[in-house]
């Protein structure tokens, strides 16, 4: 090619600039009736007398003012199509400003990941079962309880000789017996279930043992280990070791004692050190031991940082299954005749069972703890023994989040419904904000699980405001500054903090990020939560509302998918409550929830058709606000039953009222984009720009210059595995041309009719020009360059399209903020004039936008 087509040759034969006088036509009639205007002016003024003249100063004057006229219609119809590109959220936001559409689809992919939509919620629910039986398997759900209930008495023998036998030592476990040896007390802190209370029994059945090499406990040795009355306390554990007992005998030295308090209940002090000293000296007195076991959190800190206190920390899983394993396959593999199966085969078999990915994905438990353990053992041990089927064994291990769940929630403000007799009338119940945090923070974390642990922990204390004052709605609550205990908070709600970046303002920072050990335990908080607790509904979705509002992507996007599974297990309240007023909100953030919770809903097979018609509904009848949300709830692609249905209802909204929601449907037609679908989507687009009537073609060209514009992370729903994900700052239209070859072409048409398009000419050529910018990053390493290799040899097919390309890449060469480098400008170039084979089909459809621009 010669040197007159290269970006640093002369520009002569360059297109005019963009912003100048354009005119809808194509560039070859545009030039023949500029010639005919000005050979007409040049003949006439030759043979004119005076009043002829002044007649044609007349005409010049008039076609100056139609002209000036023209182009401050050109600068309106550029202005429009400027404001039909902007984001969504920009009315929320500065309009030169980032907005955080691309945060919140990567905060909805996320989440969406937490919460499995083809999960069966119904083949075994915690919220509608006590018990069951699977088989000979007698499935006690509420078996994990701990032992706080018991009252004053001894362990039996068999209880401390099974315990001998299965007992799995935490780590740690021989720092905790030295030092109940050494001080004859022992506060131990850990959360319910980890095995706190095993272990606490453990080591008092060690310290007491008379002596050293015995082989065996002797009859009527339970005694040495007895359970304390949690009522009477510290202090009244120490009076009583000096007085006989209940039974008028004195108890025996070496004995063990332990003693189970619960600080969370309302008016519960924990006890002074002075109290632990005065027990710790009667327990030196009379040779004997004591554990006091405390749940971990702000109320029990004095007590495990004194000089008595250490935490428990849980039982590895693998050695606590395969222990409990064991002890179920033993007596079968004894009974069973001498050619079956020993012990250790049925164990093989059992943990091979355990690992696959059926089974550990439907427990959806990082850790196992004691009693799950032992309930997962006797599953696994029935499935390998044939007395319990494969259907059985995982509706009985779907069972171990839901039985969590119901244990974090049952009961939490009963102490609450009977006041204290100690206080006066009138006066509010104590500490409903410190009892209802571990409860709101377990719902924080199920509905925000992945955000940054400062979020979580914000959200957790708004809804603890929320539930404080539903329960007590006469008395402002009380929840103190300087008292949260993160690393309780963790232990109390099975959850882990890791690494990570959030985003801020465009841009990754590090962070904390806050999750659950374990995929089921989100669904099963929050349907625990809906199902069975029905009067704590209105302050979670006050909540929410409140975090609809939040301004940081990873909140409201993540509560927004979260009250989509809670429209699930009730839709109706759902839609009454959260749906249809936020629909209907005057800011675009609200309704972007809105849209979001009836996408999450419509993934599941049960609710699909419903969100489909109430959709379509709204698309036709609704308000202008509620034609908004469906433009968004359609953008993700399930919110109509084709693709076909979904094109149709978009541009419905889009050309109505004279294109008054053309920005909101042209977005979500570009979302649409990154779904399978796309050559579809891009065949109405081009449908679109030859139809007949102006808002049609509007919407068309907005489209396809807001295609341009948007980045893949902006749009991209699904497949967070799929070819575009790694592309995500990408624009869509390279990243499509890069990974999907067959759409260059219907895109290089679409944007080669935006510029020969007059209106829409300005907005496209600012748009080609970032995308021939982000050809390379600024440090000079490849970024886009692959799709625009296959992208413009596409668009510029002809000599004056490689004008145009010319004066466009002269003109990023010259700017005096951020001049294009003549090497990369030269690079651009040839990568769009590399020769190509011609398509007939596009010489076609360029032809046809030819023939209309002529005729009309």
């Not at 808002?695 to 807001?706: A, I, K, N, S």
């Amino acid at each position: 090619m010669s040197d007159d087509r290269q970006p640093d040759a002369p520009a002569e034969d360059t297109p005019d600039r963009p912003g100048q006088d354009r005119s809808p036509e194509p560039e070859d009639r545009r030039g023949r009736d500029e010639q005919a205007r000005d050979g007409g002016r040049a003949d006439g003024g030759s043979g004119k007398d005076e009043g002829g003249a002044g007649k044609d100063d007349d005409a010049e004057d008039e076609a100056a003012e139609r002209e000036k006229e023209r182009e401050r219609e050109r600068e309106r119809a550029a202005g429009r199509f400027k404001e039909y590109t902007r984001d969504p959220l920009a009315a929320e936001q500065n309009e030169d400003g980032p907005t955080d559409l691309a945060a919140a689809a990567r905060a909805r992919r996320a989440t969406r990941l937490l919460f499995d939509v083809g999960r069966d919620l119904t083949s075994f629910d915690r919220s509608y079962f006590g018990s069951a039986h699977i088989g000979d398997i007698n499935l006690r759900l509420d078996a994990r309880r701990s032992g706080a209930g018991m009252r004053s008495g001894p362990v039996p023998d068999e209880e401390l000789r099974r315990l001998r036998r299965v007992h799995v030592e935490p780590e740690g476990y021989i720092r905790l017996r030295n030092a109940l040896r050494a001080r004859r007390l022992l506060v131990l802190g850990a959360a319910p279930g980890t095995g706190r209370t095993s272990t606490a029994l453990s080591l008092l059945d060690e310290v007491t043992t008379a002596s050293a090499n015995e082989a065996a406990p002797q009859p009527g040795t339970g005694s040495r280990v007895r359970r304390v009355d949690p009522d009477g306390g510290v202090r009244q554990l120490a009076e009583s070791l000096g007085r006989p007992r209940d039974d008028g005998e004195e108890t025996p030295s070496g004995t063990g004692y332990l003693l189970e308090l619960s600080l969370t209940r309302p008016g519960a002090l924990p006890p002074a050190e002075m109290d632990l000293d005065e027990l710790a000296a009667a327990l030196e007195r009379r040779e004997a031991y004591a554990v006091v076991v405390v749940t971990v959190g702000s109320a029990a800190n004095a007590l495990l940082a004194g000089r008595y206190g250490m935490l428990c920390p849980p039982a590895p899983t693998r050695e606590l299954l395969r222990t409990r394993l064991l002890e179920r396959l033993e007596r079968p593999a004894a009974t069973a005749p001498d050619d079956g199966p020993g012990p250790a085969e049925l164990l093989g078999r059992a943990e091979e069972l355990w690992a696959r990915e059926e089974v550990e994905g439907v427990v959806g438990l990082t850790d196992l703890r004691p009693a799950e353990a032992e309930l997962l053992a006797s599953l696994l041990a029935g499935r390998v023994l044939g007395d319990i089927t494969h259907e059985e064994l995982l509706a009985g291990c779907r069972s171990l989040a839901a039985s969590q769940a119901q244990e974090w929630f049952a009961g939490v403000d009963r102490a609450l419904t009977a006041r204290p007799a100690a206080i006066e009338a009138g006066a509010g119940r104590p500490d409903t904000a410190t009892l209802f945090h571990p409860v709101a923070f377990r719902i924080a974390l199920a509905v925000l699980g992945g955000a940054s642990h400062s979020a979580v922990a914000a959200a957790a204390h708004l809804l603890t405001w929320e539930l404080s004052v539903q329960c007590d709605p006469d008395n402002t609550p009380a929840r103190p500054l300087f008292c949260d205990d993160p690393e309780a908070d963790l232990a109390l709600s099975r959850a882990e903090v890791t690494d990570g970046r959030v985003e801020v303002a465009g841009g990754e920072v590090p962070a904390r990020l806050i999750w659950y050990r374990g995929t089921a335990l989100p669904s099963a908080v929050l349907t625990e939560l809906w199902d069975r607790h029905f009067p704590v509904r209105a302050p979670v979705v006050r909540w929410l509302r409140l975090l609809a509002d939040d301004p940081r992507s990873q909140v409201w996007m993540r509560a927004a998918v979260a009250a989509g599974e809670l429209c699930v297990r009730d839709f109706d309240h759902g839609y009454t409550e959260l749906v249809r007023p936020l629909a209907e909100a005057a800011t675009p953030r609200r309704r972007i929830f809105a849209a979001t919770t009836l996408d999450q809903a419509a993934g599941h097979d049960t609710h699909r058709a419903t969100v489909h018609r109430l959709v379509a509904d709204w698309s036709r009848n609704g308000s202008k606000a509620l034609r908004w949300t469906a433009a968004m709830a359609l953008g993700y692609g399930n919110a109509a039953a084709t693709m076909d249905e979904t094109l149709d209802t978009l541009a419905r909204i889009g050309v109505r009222d004279d294109g008054d929601q053309l920005a909101a449907a042209s977005f979500n037609v570009v979302r649409l984009l990154a779904l399978p679908d796309a050559d579809r989507v891009l065949a109405r687009i081009a449908e679109w720009t030859h139809h007949k009537r102006e808002p049609y073609q509007d919407l068309g060209l907005v489209t396809t210059v807001r295609l341009s514009l948007t980045t893949v992370d902006e749009v991209l729903t699904e497949d967070p595995d799929g070819p575009l994900a790694d592309r995500g700052d990408w624009p869509l239209p390279l990243a499509l041309a890069a990974t999907r070859p067959g759409l260059v072409g219907p895109m290089a048409d679409l944007m080669w009719t935006a510029l020969n398009t007059a209106r829409a000419r300005d907005v496209a050529m600012d748009a080609l020009e970032r995308l021939l910018r982000s050809a390379v990053r600024r440090d000079g390493t490849e970024w886009t360059r692959p799709g625009l290799a296959a992208l413009l040899p596409a668009l510029a097919t002809e000599d004056h399209d490689q004008r145009r390309l010319d004066w466009l890449l002269r003109h990023m060469m010259n700017d005096p903020e951020n001049p294009l480098p003549d090497a990369r400008a030269r690079d651009l170039w040839w990568l769009a004039v590399t020769p190509r084979r011609p398509d007939h089909r596009e010489r076609t459809r360029r032809e046809r936008t030819r023939e209309e621009d002529r005729h009309g």
